[in-house]
């Protein structure tokens, strides 16, 4: 997956105008122009590298003139203690990038590090692990980039790519049949219909519409693994709803295809790396 080179520098620079409005009052006032540094990136845990690329673009962005020296790539597994790279150059370029890219690159590896944990704790099963569109404004693509850095898959990106029939659309229109009815005489051949469901009855009703993807949300693992064994193929079965680090082997147990969860990207914790200058 190759992200646009437009959309990062417009992340980026959007990033960088907020964190400098006009001057850097320290580090302008501070230091000459031709002032030279030496500084690394160290990790403090362990975890799944993502976004260094994307760090490296900040400091050409911000200033340039720095030489950047990259020890791992993006879906690398790195130590705690590890020198992730190296940086030498002009020191105004350093001091003025360094908190806009630390803060891109933690994200970026707290989401893949997050969504490779998941990954691993399903092992062994069929589960797919995906993300949702519960992501912040204007990350949408580096969030969902980093899932897929951490070994998951991208659930659609956004309203336009396939027809998803949530609870409230359902409770709107007034039913399933009706409204899965109403969707397949204006949508194209390429578009799939995805009905979310919240008990076996829906499921049965969603099954009878043909719809290709079923959401059982907020079900029981044994209503789940009955919801499979009911389904018998015929079509997507996706886990969605409280999904937790606790019980996710456990619902990947009951055969279904999918489990998607909103965390990886609304709620993950950053992974933990400084940069340190050489005195």
């Known amino acids: 997956m190759k992200l646009l080179q437009s959309y990062l520098d417009?992340?980026?620079?959007?990033?960088?105008?907020?964190?400098?409005?006009?001057?850097?009052?320290?580090?302008d006032y501070l230091l000459p122009e031709d002032h030279t540094s030496s500084a690394y990136y160290i990790a403090k845990a362990d975890g799944v590298l993502c976004g260094l690329e994307i760090a490296q673009r900040v400091f050409e962005l911000v200033g340039g003139h720095v030489e950047f020296q990259a020890n791992y790539k993006d879906g690398d597994k790195?130590?705690?203690?590890?020198?992730?790279?190296?940086?030498?150059g002009n020191s105004g370029t350093l001091l003025k990038g360094e908190r806009t890219a630390l803060n891109l690159l933690q994200h970026?590896?707290?989401?893949?590090?997050?969504?490779?944990?998941?990954?691993?704790?399903?092992a062994g099963t069929k589960a797919q692990i995906t993300d949702t569109r519960k992501t912040l404004p204007g990350l949408r693509r580096l969030q969902k980039y980093a899932v897929m850095i951490g070994g998951g898959k991208n659930h659609r990106y956004n309203l336009s790519e396939g027809a998803m029939l949530k609870d409230n659309h359902i409770d709107v229109y007034g039913g399933i049949t009706p409204a899965v009815t109403a969707?397949?005489?204006?949508?194209?051949?390429?578009?799939?219909?995805?009905?979310e469901v919240r008990n076996l009855e829906e499921l049965q009703?969603?099954?009878?519409?043909?719809?290709?993807?079923?959401?059982?949300?907020?079900?029981?693992?044994?209503?789940?693994?009955?919801?499979?064994?009911?389904?018998?193929?015929?079509?997507?079965?996706?886990?969605?709803?409280?999904?937790?680090?606790?019980?996710?082997?456990?619902?990947?147990?009951?055969?279904?295809d999918i489990i998607s969860l909103g965390a990886l990207t609304h709620s993950v914790q950053c992974f933990d790396i400084s940069m340190r200058f050489e005195k």
């Open 183 to 195: 969707l397949r005489e204006k949508i194209g051949h390429m578009t799939k219909i995805e009905v």
């Open 10 to 27: 417009s992340v980026i620079l959007n990033a960088l105008e907020e964190d400098i409005h006009y001057v850097d009052v320290t580090t």
């Open 108 to 122: 970026l590896s707290g989401i893949a590090t997050a969504t490779n944990h998941c990954v691993e704790l399903v």
């Open 205 to 256: 009703e969603a099954l009878a519409c043909r719809c290709e993807i079923i959401m059982l949300d907020n079900m029981s693992c044994e209503d789940m693994a009955e919801a499979v064994k009911i389904t018998d193929g015929r079509a997507l079965l996706e886990a969605s709803g409280n999904v937790t680090e606790q019980n996710i082997a456990e619902i990947a147990k009951t055969g279904v």
């Open 78 to 88: 790195i130590r705690k203690g590890n020198i992730i790279a190296t940086m030498t």
